[in-house]
């Protein structure tokens, strides 16, 4: 005769299947913060800035000229599209999507002062600028909006490393507020986390972490990059694409779990994420 089961048993192991099927449909569920998702070769080596949408990631490559922005398929990495940095321009710091079809980006070397840049997301036809006079953008550059809420483009966010500052303007230009942040990081590109509103930058002054930071400058999360050197974010929907620079290896952009981050759970229970709660 076999062992009796009783209803509370029955019911918690249907209550677990559940749970663990949940799982198995839901794996992003149960995911940390920075857990990669997928991974694939940059189009050309020192992918300094990035940018995206729900189907596309834009790729700025460094090093020697001629300067090229690249669209590469969210899927698979697959080359989509490339356009060269239009007129005096040159070297791009921080690079930022506007839904809608526009990229943003900074250029500090252009006779000062720095400029911001909008392009055509698909072409690179030269849209409007505007001058930065509070820093130099060695940084990034990010567009604070959201593609669930059309037309929502609030503000334009820019950083720096010298000094070590952030700053939102109007699309016109137009400064909207400032904030240092701790001088023994090195911000890059920004991240606008639209869920959370969060900015999340990559250090890459040797840390090899990602950090979440509030508009008003308090770091409330980072994680460990998945390779080393990173330089290029960008988030969409509850993931960040990151890309990383090594010395003497292949260049790579990542998507990695960005989950909203929660003060009340124990960063211990938080894998690879060390939360900064403040």
């Keep these: 005769m076999g062992k009796k089961i009783s209803r509370k048993h029955s019911v918690t192991g249907r209550v677990l299947a559940v749970v663990i099927l949940w799982a198995a449909v839901n794996p992003a569920a149960f995911a940390a913060l920075g857990d990669v998702v997928q991974s694939f070769r940059a189009p050309r080596e020192k992918p300094y ?91 990034g550059v990010d567009c604070q909006g959201n593609p669930n809420v059309p037309g929502s483009l609030t503000a334009i966010i820019t ?21 240092r942040y701790d001088s023994t990081l090195v911000l890059r590109d920004i991240g606008w986390d639209y869920v959370d509103n969060l900015i999340w930058s990559p250090d890459s002054h040797g840390s090899d972490y990602v950090y979440g930071l509030t508009t008003r400058g308090s770091i409330v999360a980072s994680f460990e990059a998945p390779d080393e050197s990173p330089f290029g974010c960008a988030y969409v929907g509850g993931y960040l694409w990151l890309s990383t620079t090594p010395y003497g290896r292949d260049h790579y952009i990542w998507r990695v779990h960005c989950p909203t981050p929660n003060p009340a759970v124990a960063p211990a229970s938080l894998g690879k994420v060390k939360a900064l709660f403040r």
């Design 159 to 179: 950083s720096d490393w010298n000094p070590f500052w952030f700053s939102r303007y109007t699309p016109a230009g137009s400064l909207l507020g400032s904030f």
């Design 49 to 139: 800035a990035l940018a995206a949408d729900e189907s596309n990631v834009y790729v700025y490559s460094g090093g020697l000229g001629p300067f090229y922005i690249w669209r590469l398929a969210a899927s698979n990495g697959s080359i989509a599209g490339s356009f060269q940095v239009p007129g005096p321009y040159g070297a791009v710091y921080g690079l930022g999507y506007e839904y809608g079809g526009y990229l943003w980006f900074g250029n500090p070397e252009v006779l000062p002062p720095a400029h911001v840049i909008k392009l055509d997301a698909e072409t690179g036809s030269f849209i409007s600028s505007f001058p930065v006079y509070e820093h130099t953008l060695w940084g």
